[in-house]
């Protein structure tokens, strides 16, 4: 299903050929990512955005899910201008029934609650558009918790027989109080005990755009503001929010394309 890509320089096209881009990890498929290096000082734009490259000339780009086929990403360093051309795999997603969800929470009509909707989804935003400088991204990923896959990224969910959005992060089943740790380091900008949807959830910058959610939590163990370390406690499994049942689900966002969490770990056969 991946095309896993390291060390890897791309030939691209350019009026003058700039420095190579090198590939130091990439999943070039739908809601996958592409770290890469380029000469330090380089310009790089990606979707019409400008990416942040660090000291180093790193950078991450990602891929939402249903992205299309091919994107093109610019670099300009020192007058000349590089076109890479990414092929971008297509995925086929889950289609997942959930049933037994209190009718309010599939189809909410109060204005009351809806104003609710409203407020989460501003904090949730104002939150993922801190964009700070920091690399822990370039951390690899460890699994936030322990437990059963039970929710997939990408799926279809048919909730109470309605279909609604897609799913776009990985559920961990297991038990009320299980432990949730950062599964990389970065600084907390969302701990809030309970959203419409989410419940108690928490949001971790992990720097250059890059972001991971927790949702359904039972207990937050952080602040906003403060600094975490990889496997440090952030939270416990719950079922708040809309929620059958005790679950982690947890989230990764490049910006606004929302990426699959477990293209960002290596789990053990």
Do not use: C
Not at 64 to 72: I, L, M
Not at 78 to 85: D, H, I, L, N
């Amino acid at each position: 299903m991946l095309v896993l890509l390291s060390s890897v320089s791309l030939g691209g096209t350019a009026k003058e050929q700039s420095s190579p881009l090198i590939v130091e990890r990439a999943a070039l498929t739908q809601g996958g990512f592409l770290i890469g290096r380029v000469t330090p000082g380089s310009n790089v734009t990606f979707l019409q955005r400008t990416v942040k490259v660090d000291a180093n000339g790193r950078f991450i780009i990602g891929f939402g899910r249903d992205f299309p086929a091919s994107a093109k990403l610019t670099i300009t360093a020192q007058g000349q201008t590089r076109v890479e051309e990414l092929s971008i795999k297509k995925r086929d997603y889950r289609i997942e029934r959930i049933d037994g969800l209190p009718p309010q929470k599939v189809n909410p009509r109060s204005e009351a609650v809806l104003q609710r909707i409203a407020r989460d989804a501003k904090l949730i935003r104002e939150a993922r558009g801190i964009v700070s400088e920091a690399t822990d991204y370039l951390q690899p990923f460890v699994v936030p918790a322990q437990g059963r896959i039970s929710g997939y990224y990408g799926s279809q969910r048919v909730l109470n027989g309605e279909p609604k959005r897609p799913h776009f992060g990985e559920d961990i089943a297991g038990p009320i109080g299980t432990p949730v740790t950062a599964p990389a380091a970065g600084v907390v900008r969302l701990a809030d005990p309970d959203m419409f949807y989410s419940g108690a959830t928490i949001i971790i910058d992990h720097g250059m755009g890059v972001s991971s959610t927790y949702l359904h939590l039972h207990k937050l163990h952080v602040k906003v503001g403060q600094k975490v370390a990889q496997g440090e406690l952030i939270g416990e499994i719950g079922k708040s929010g809309r929620a059958t049942g005790p679950h982690l689900d947890w989230r990764i966002n490049w910006y606004d394309q929302r990426l699959d969490p477990a293209l960002f770990i290596n789990r053990k056969p």
